[in-house]
Structures are given as structure tokens and as C-alpha cells.
């Protein structure tokens, strides 16, 4: 049963930069088949895609968050991470990790999320 | 940029039919898949291509997609499927959500 874990701070400073951690379990972020991405919800809101990562380093950002969003990919811990820059309380939400099957494109496994507030 | 539509809540009398929209232009040419999230939990997929039912989701829950709109169905529904339903699709190499429907279990 593959499981992901979301870590960080859960408070962040305007004009910062957020980062989190995804850590997958019960399975290879190496065994390629699949992105590894991060998806956000305001309080309240609906799910807002970020982005993804393939175990390659290859990368996929939603254009309205990709100038401030960099995804990376650490196989060697079987861990994958998000840093958006520049945060402001608009970017105050829930942080989910996910993983999203390459070929029909569902997320199949989430991570139980993580509350980013940003606040000085 | 491509937009899903969603009704913000739907009311269903216990054991009976619910269904949910999500409307897009021809989403019918697409892969729809929908997403039930509880309070304070991440979202589940319950429903994969269209109409399709992942390991573990009753049969209950089914699917359909067509020209415009595609549909949730949740027969006999349960005080359990009380919840937010959200779709989603990839359209242009961009991955759209719907807004979310609030499902009421009457």
C-alpha cells in the first residue's frame, strides 16, 4: 500500500519561501508509471493543481503559479518537494502530495495534507 | 482556459438517486475522473475514465460521460456519501478541477 506524507512548516512569512517535503512509502518514486505532484485548497475552496515531477526531473507547472513554483525529485530518499516563492496570504492553504497515474491521469494516492498558513 | 461546472450542492433523500453534474465544452471527448472528500481528509477517487470504479468503491457509485456533461451517480445513498465531489480532467496540458458539489444526505 503506497503512502505519502506531507512535512514542513506550517507557518511561512510574506514574500518567503514555502517549502514542503513529500515522503513516499510502500513503493518506488524510481518505478517510473507515474507523476508525483502537489495540489493545494484554500480554506473553504476547491483543489487548485500545482504541479508534478517525474522521477527523471522532468517537470509540469499550472502556468499560474509557474513562475514561483520549483518541484524537485530526491529518489535517493524517495522523496519529492515543493517551493513556491514570493508567498503571500493568498497562497495560505491545505498542501496535498499526490501521485497521478502517467497513463489514464487519475491521482490514485494522497497524502493527508498539510496546513501552510502565511502570516508575519 | 478550459472551465468546469459544477452546482455548488445537491440534497438527496436517504436511499435514494443522487446525481452530480460537471459540465465542459465536448467534455465527452475527455477522460473524466471524480474525487469524494470528507471534512478535514483528503480527497478519494471514487470514479477513474468516465466510468470507472477503483478497487474498494461500492458499486453504488457510477459514472457516465457524454457531449457536455458528465455525471456521479450514487444510488441508494448513504448518511457515509454525505460529502464535497469533485471532477477533474486534463485538457490542453493542463489539469482542471471542477469547483466542487456539497452533497446533502437528507
Known amino acids: 500500500q503506497v503512502q505519502l506524507q506531507e512535512s514542513g512548516p506550517g507557518l511561512v512569512k510574506p514574500s518567503q519561501t514555502l517549502s514542503l517535503t513529500c515522503t513516499v512509502s510502500?513503493?518506488?518514486?524510481?518505478?517510473?508509471?507515474?507523476?508525483w505532484s502537489w495540489i493545494r485548497q484554500h480554506p473553504g475552496k476547491g483543489l487548485e493543481w500545482i504541479g508534478y515531477i517525474y522521477y527523471s526531473g522532468s517537470t509540469y507547472y499550472n502556468p499560474s503559479l509557474k513562475s514561483r513554483v520549483t518541484i524537485s525529485v530526491d529518489t535517493s530518499k524517495n522523496q519529492f518537494s515543493l517551493k513556491l516563492s514570493s508567498v503571500t496570504a493568498a497562497d495560505t492553504a491545505v498542501y496535498y502530495c499526490?501521485?497521478?497515474?502517467?497513463?489514464?491521469?487519475?491521482?490514485?494516492?494522497w497524502g493527508q495534507g498539510t496546513l501552510v498558513t502565511v502570516s508575519s | 482556459s478550459y472551465e468546469l461546472t459544477q452546482p455548488l450542492s445537491v440534497s438527496v433523500a436517504l436511499g435514494q438517486t443522487a446525481r452530480i453534474t460537471c459540465g465542459g465544452n465536448?467534455?465527452?471527448?475527455?477522460?473524466v475522473h471524480w474525487y469524494q472528500q470528507k471534512p478535514g481528509q483528503a480527497p478519494v477517487l471514487v470514479i477513474y475514465r468516465d466510468s470507472n470504479r477503483p478497487s474498494g468503491i461500492p458499486e453504488r457509485f457510477s459514472g457516465s460521460n457524454s457531449g457536455n456533461t458528465a455525471t456521479l451517480t450514487i444510488s441508494r445513498a448513504q448518511a457515509g456519501d454525505e460529502a464535497d465531489y469533485y471532477c477533474?480532467?486534463?485538457?490542453?496540458?493542463?489539469?482542471?478541477f471542477g469547483g466542487g458539489t456539497k452533497l446533502t444526505v437528507l
Open positions: 510502500g513503493g518506488s518514486i524510481s518505478s517510473g508509471g507515474y507523476y
Open positions: 477533474q480532467v486534463w485538457d490542453s496540458s493542463t489539469l482542471v
Open positions: 499526490a501521485r497521478e497515474t502517467i497513463q489514464l491521469r487519475y491521482f490514485d494516492y
Open positions: 465536448n467534455i465527452g471527448s475527455k477522460n
